[in-house]
């Protein structure tokens, strides 16, 4: 197969901590150094959330102004997109970061169990975030954590709410959630297909120790793959991953299982739409 695969690097995202990985990059020079060895490592894509000195989840816009200043110097071309999870703020400060215009961001456009409690995303806030992305030219990521929210994609598609065909990732692995189920994987592939068109890219997240299941079955199935820290901490049972570089360098290693080139930076905006930085 010779379709370049994007990878996405997920750095940090709202829960890990030092306590959990000592690579976890928590303050805004930290990501911006651990980004860079993962976009030399092949990663095009950053999912950047952003954090409080005391570790602890922030939407706060100056952070992610700071945190895309320094990731375009040290990361040039690379796709910079920000988190709008509910981990991260209430309400609308949940895009706060929007009109700073960033390449994309994160879309969640229904509710889900979560581990301990209910992941909200209710549809007045969704409409919200999309209006926000629309009017500030910000590609959103449908990230799909059931099947209805890739229908729900697709009705917004068609209402005019979403500029582009979406470019859908699908979640799995979270507790009570969907699981890393093949059938289901391979009925998502066939929905985006059905919906969007056989050439339309997507994407595949897998949570904890399915993260090198799904990108396994996302490579192999001509999608584009995530990783990172934000999701998953280990190698493997006995082996904490040293860095996000770290994981971005096993997916590598699957491109090359299955003869898929890794995707540039310069490619990854081509496939999805996004003007050159």
Not at 158 to 165: L, M, P, R, T
């Amino acid at each position: 197969m010779t379709k370049p695969c994007i990878i996405c690097v997920a750095i940090t995202g709202s829960l890990p901590t030092k306590e959990n990985n000592p690579a976890v990059p928590i303050t805004v020079t930290e990501q911006i150094e651990s980004t860079h060895e993962a976009f030399e490592a092949g990663a095009s894509i950053v999912h950047a959330h952003v954090r409080n000195d005391d570790q602890t989840p922030s939407s706060d816009p100056d952070r992610f102004a700071a945190l895309r200043k320094g990731l375009e110097k040290h990361c040039p071309g690379m796709i910079i997109q920000f988190s709008t999870g509910e981990r991260s703020g209430a309400g609308r400060t949940r895009g706060g970061m929007l009109p700073l215009k960033p390449d994309m961001a994160s879309l969640s456009v229904g509710s889900n169990n979560f581990p301990t409690r209910v992941y909200e995303n209710p549809p007045e806030l969704v409409d919200w975030l999309a209006a926000e992305m629309k009017s500030h030219g910000v590609k959103p990521e449908i990230e799909a954590f059931d099947l209805s929210h890739i229908l729900k994609a697709a009705a917004m598609y068609q209402a005019g709410q979403i500029a582009d065909v979406p470019y859908v990732q699908f979640v799995m692995g979270v507790k009570n959630a969907m699981p890393a189920d093949r059938h289901v994987f391979d009925f998502y592939v066939e929905t985006v297909k059905r919906l969007f068109g056989n050439d339309v890219p997507w994407c595949a997240a897998g949570i904890g120790a399915a993260q090198r299941v799904l990108n396994d079955w996302a490579i192999s199935s001509g999608g584009h793959a995530r990783t990172g820290l934000e999701d998953n901490v280990r190698l493997d049972r006995s082996k904490l991953a040293p860095s996000n570089a770290a994981l971005v360098r096993r997916t590598v290693s699957m491109c090359d299982q299955y003869e898929r080139p890794v995707a540039t930076a310069m490619q990854a905006r081509k496939i999805l739409g996004i003007d050159p930085a």
